[in-house]
């Protein structure tokens, strides 16, 4: 996985722990790991999760070896081995931030760029497990929900409720599900 850098389009952050700037072809590390988010509203900001959630506020710092990481999550779910499966940073909110672990426990935080980020357990209604999330740019309510047997699921509501939206698509493996915002 990897994320380009809304601010600058030369950087581009990826699994690894790494960074690259396509300009001028320097590589490196930035002492992360996992899977990558940008903050929504402030590209200093980067998440990344593996059996936890970790924060930079300062993912631009050069060298990269000076990238500071701040783990927010601890515990969630009554344990720390369960992987991050999928998580979400919807483009037009500041603080709303969803994770979803292996062991199909589902969590949204209301004040994710907080000290300490309080988290709250939802529930997720169906026995297949989330791989990837998608965000509404134009209602930080929406979610959206792809599945590992391949199903797409719609939440209105900040992910308190789900609406099946598969119907009758075909039992293809989805890669990328994109929304289109208009």
Not at 85 to 113: E, G, M, Q, V
Not at 131 to 146: G, H, M, P, Q, R
């Amino acid at each position: 996985d990897f994320v380009f850098d809304r601010r600058d389009s030369t950087l581009m952050y990826y699994e690894g722990g790494s960074r690259k700037n396509f300009y001028t072809g320097a590589e490196e590390g930035i002492n992360g790991a996992g899977k990558y988010i940008l903050h929504a509203t402030d590209t200093n900001t980067l998440f990344y999760y593996t059996t936890n959630i970790f924060r930079s506020t300062n993912v631009r710092a050069i060298p990269g070896s000076s990238v500071s990481w701040t783990q927010i999550s601890n515990n969630l779910g009554g344990n720390n081995t369960n992987t991050f499966l999928a998580c979400a940073f919807p483009y037009t909110s500041r603080s709303t931030f969803y994770a979803f672990k292996a062991n199909s426990l589902f969590f949204r935080c209301d004040n994710i760029n907080a000290t300490t980020p309080v988290w709250t357990q939802l529930t997720w209604p169906y026995t297949d497990q989330i791989v990837k999330f998608e965000t509404a740019d134009i209602d930080s309510n929406v979610l959206y929900a792809v599945t590992n047997s391949n199903k797409i699921f719609k939440s209105k509501d900040r992910g308190n409720t789900w609406t099946d939206l598969t119907k009758n698509l075909p039992a293809n493996t989805i890669i990328r599900f994109i929304i289109d915002q208009k």
